[in-house]
């Protein structure tokens, strides 16, 4: 009952920039944290940023000062800018929300993933 799609992942040189964007849509009462996690090849998913419904964030300590995450509350939406990409940045990038939905309660949800890859 709830989607999230994501959008604007791809090839770029390395100190090169990058947007992705997630919307979330369905039978939705409440968004409370949303995020992008991200799994390179052999390697577990790990979170790369999160923010609260407050604003307030969180980011990987690999990507501060590089990523920037933010989102739009009354669209249910969340990006995350990529600045300064290196090549270890390349991975698949998922977005993810916790949710309150119709009658499937408090869950979290992922998208289907964007791959980013940062040439050197």
């Known amino acids: 009952q709830v989607q999230l799609v994501e959008s604007g992942g791809g090839l770029v040189q390395a100190g090169g920039s990058l947007r992705l964007s997630c919307a979330a849509s369905?039978?939705?009462?409440?968004?409370?944290?949303m995020g992008w996690y991200r799994q390179a090849p052999g390697k577990q998913r790990e979170l790369v940023a999160i923010i609260t419904s407050g604003g307030g964030t969180n980011y990987a300590d690999s990507v501060k000062g590089r990523f920037t995450i933010s989102r739009d509350n009354g669209e249910n939406t969340v990006s995350l800018k990529m600045n300064s990409l290196k090549p270890e940045d390349t991975a698949v990038y998922y977005c993810?929300?916790?949710?309150?939905?119709?009658?499937?309660?408090?869950?979290?949800?992922w998208g289907q993933g964007t791959q980013v890859t940062v040439s050197s």
């Open positions: 369905g039978s939705i009462f409440s968004v409370y944290v």
């Open positions: 993810a929300a916790d949710v309150r939905a119709g009658n499937m309660g408090r869950n979290m949800y």
